[in-house]
């Protein structure tokens, strides 16, 4: 159910900047991953994934890190845009099949 | 390619009354579908997971009887929420990935979701 007085984490930067949003997973297990973006309203959109015999991968503008020594994800934007800003989740294959998603970042950028 | 549509975008109900929600894959055949809510400021939680010509597989704690889940074709699963209460007011969203392809080397597409409330 609902906890009241939930806030997501943050993340606010300036257009121009590069942004690091970064993500713990506990299923040592799991083996692919993917960051998803969504705005308010709407339903999250692939922005990119990784396969756990990985430890980087880049797409246009963005790159995911993955460290499975310490279980840890990042996603990394370049030159932040306002259209950017938006919740970030990231998610995990936990082997059934299905994906299991954090608990999000909400990335605000200013112009 | 990829793109699921999920209708209606919001609804509104009366307490007690059922509310259908359609999610069909546009431009691939989905043998599997599933489904997820979501609370403001929260991630996203399985509900459950749709299988064309079969039941469903219900995530714990989500009743299936007041879930109600049919996979009739390759393209089109339906939620319906029964005997609706303002407690189920939330964000549902549909998504599917093209059948044939695993997870393990594959994203999953999502519908651009339901908001529900429940008066």
């Known amino acids: 159910g609902e906890s009241v007085g939930l806030h997501l984490p943050t993340l606010s930067v300036q257009e121009g900047d590069n942004s690091i949003i970064n993500c713990a997973y506990s299923n040592s297990a799991s083996d692919y991953f993917i960051w998803y973006k969504q705005e308010s309203g709407k339903g999250p959109q692939f922005i990119i994934d990784i396969r756990s015999n990985m430890d980087k991968r880049q797409g246009q503008r963005v790159t995911v890190l993955l460290n499975k020594t310490v279980k840890h994800l990042s996603l990394q934007i370049a030159a932040t845009q306002p259209g950017d800003s938006a919740v970030y989740f990231c998610?995990?294959?936990?082997?059934?099949?299905?994906?299991?998603f954090g608990k999000g970042t909400m990335l605000l950028v200013s112009p | 390619g990829a793109v699921v549509s999920q209708h209606p975008s919001w609804v509104i109900c009366k307490s007690g009354t059922s509310v259908k929600i359609e999610c069909r894959s546009l431009?691939?055949?989905?043998?599997?579908m599933f489904w997820y809510r979501q609370f403001p400021k929260q991630s996203l939680m399985l509900m459950a997971t749709s299988n064309e010509g079969s039941k469903a597989t219900y995530e714990q704690g989500v009743e299936k009887d007041k879930f109600l889940i049919n996979h009739a074709s390759l393209t089109l699963s339906t939620l319906t929420v029964t005997s609706a209460h303002p407690e189920d007011s939330s964000f549902y969203i549909c998504s599917a990935r093209p059948s044939g392809q695993g997870i393990g080397n594959s994203p999953l597409h999502f519908g651009n979701g339901t908001r529900l409330t429940v008066t």
């Open positions: 998610a995990e294959n936990t082997g059934y099949s299905t994906l299991t």
């Open positions: 431009d691939f055949q989905a043998t599997t």
